[in-house]
C-alpha cells in the first residue's frame, strides 16, 4: 500500500445493485460545456452497429457541408445520417430562415421515431434548438417519451433543459478542464473532425 494520500484503494465490494431488471430502450443525455459529447454518441452509433442494429444520425447544427470523419465512417456502416443545419449561428446571414430549417429538422427526426425503423437515433446538437426557443421543448418531450418501445435516443448538446435532463435515463456532463482551442490552436482533423 502506498502512503500517498491521492492514491486510492480499488473496490473490493460489487458496486452493481440487487435486483437490476432489463428495459426494451434508453434515453442518454450527453450535455456540458465540455468536448465530447457528439463523440461520446458516436461510440454508441458504433456499439449499436455491432449489435447489428439499425442506426439514424440526424445532427441540427452541422450542415451538410461539413466533411466530418464520424459521418463518413457511419455512412460506410449503413448509418443513415442526416445533416440537417445550417451551421455556426455566428456565420449566418438569416437567423429567421436557420430557425425555419430547425423546426424542419425537428419535424425530420420526429418522423424517424415515430417511425420505429431504428433501433437507435442520435439526436446530435438537438439541446441548443430548444435552449435558442427555436423549437418547443414539451413536444420532443413527447416524442421521446411516446417513442417506440426499441428505439433507444442519444441527445447531445449544451445546456439542456431540466426537462430533458428528468426525462433521460443517462445523463452526463462533459465539463470543460482544458481544451487546445483555449490555447489558440485550431480544430485538428482526426480528433476534432
Request: no cysteine; charged share 25%; net charge negative.
Given at each position: 500500500?502506498?502512503?500517498?494520500?491521492?492514491?486510492?484503494?480499488?473496490?473490493?465490494?460489487?458496486?452493481?445493485?440487487?435486483?437490476?431488471?432489463?428495459?426494451?430502450?434508453?434515453?442518454?443525455?450527453?450535455?456540458?460545456?465540455?468536448?465530447?459529447?457528439?463523440t461520446?454518441?458516436f461510440?454508441?452509433?458504433?456499439?449499436?452497429l455491432?449489435?447489428?442494429?439499425?442506426?439514424a444520425?440526424?445532427q441540427?447544427?452541422?450542415?451538410?457541408?461539413?466533411?466530418?470523419?464520424?459521418e463518413?465512417?457511419?455512412?460506410?456502416?449503413?448509418?443513415?445520417?442526416?445533416?440537417?443545419?445550417?451551421g455556426?449561428?455566428?456565420?449566418?446571414?438569416?437567423?429567421?430562415?436557420?430557425?425555419?430549417?430547425a423546426?424542419?429538422?425537428?419535424?425530420?427526426?420526429?418522423?424517424?421515431?415515430?417511425?420505429?425503423?431504428?433501433?437507435?437515433?442520435?439526436?446530435?446538437?438537438?439541446?441548443?434548438?430548444?435552449t435558442?426557443?427555436?423549437?418547443?421543448?414539451?413536444?420532443?418531450?413527447?416524442?421521446?417519451?411516446?417513442?417506440?418501445?426499441?428505439v433507444?435516443?442519444?441527445?447531445?448538446?449544451?445546456?439542456a433543459?431540466?426537462?430533458?435532463?428528468?426525462?433521460?435515463d443517462?445523463?452526463?456532463?462533459?465539463?470543460?478542464?482544458?481544451?487546445?482551442?483555449?490555447?489558440?490552436?485550431?480544430?485538428?482533423?482526426?480528433?476534432?473532425?
Amino acid at each position: 500500500m502506498s502512503d500517498d494520500p491521492t492514491v486510492e484503494t480499488p473496490p473490493t465490494e460489487d458496486p452493481r445493485r440487487d435486483g437490476g431488471r432489463t428495459v426494451k430502450s434508453l434515453v442518454l443525455l450527453n450535455t456540458g460545456d465540455g468536448k465530447g459529447k457528439s463523440t461520446a454518441a458516436f461510440g454508441v452509433m458504433i456499439r449499436g452497429l455491432a449489435q447489428g442494429w439499425k442506426v439514424a444520425v440526424l445532427q441540427f447544427v452541422k450542415s451538410g457541408d461539413w466533411q466530418v470523419g464520424e459521418e463518413k465512417i457511419g455512412r460506410r456502416l449503413g448509418v443513415d445520417w442526416q445533416s440537417l443545419g445550417e451551421g455556426f449561428t455566428w456565420d449566418s446571414d438569416d437567423l429567421t430562415h436557420d430557425q425555419a430549417v430547425a423546426r424542419a429538422a425537428w419535424d425530420t427526426a420526429k418522423a424517424v421515431i415515430e417511425a420505429g425503423e431504428h433501433r437507435l437515433v442520435i439526436l446530435d446538437e438537438l439541446t441548443y434548438l430548444l435552449t435558442w426557443g427555436w423549437i418547443e421543448t414539451e413536444p420532443v418531450l413527447e416524442a421521446i417519451a411516446g417513442r417506440p418501445d426499441h428505439v433507444n435516443i442519444v441527445i447531445t448538446g449544451r445546456d439542456a433543459p431540466q426537462a430533458l435532463i428528468d426525462i433521460a435515463d443517462t445523463v452526463t456532463e462533459m465539463r470543460h478542464v482544458k481544451h487546445a482551442y483555449d490555447s489558440g490552436i485550431v480544430a485538428k482533423k482526426g480528433i476534432d473532425y
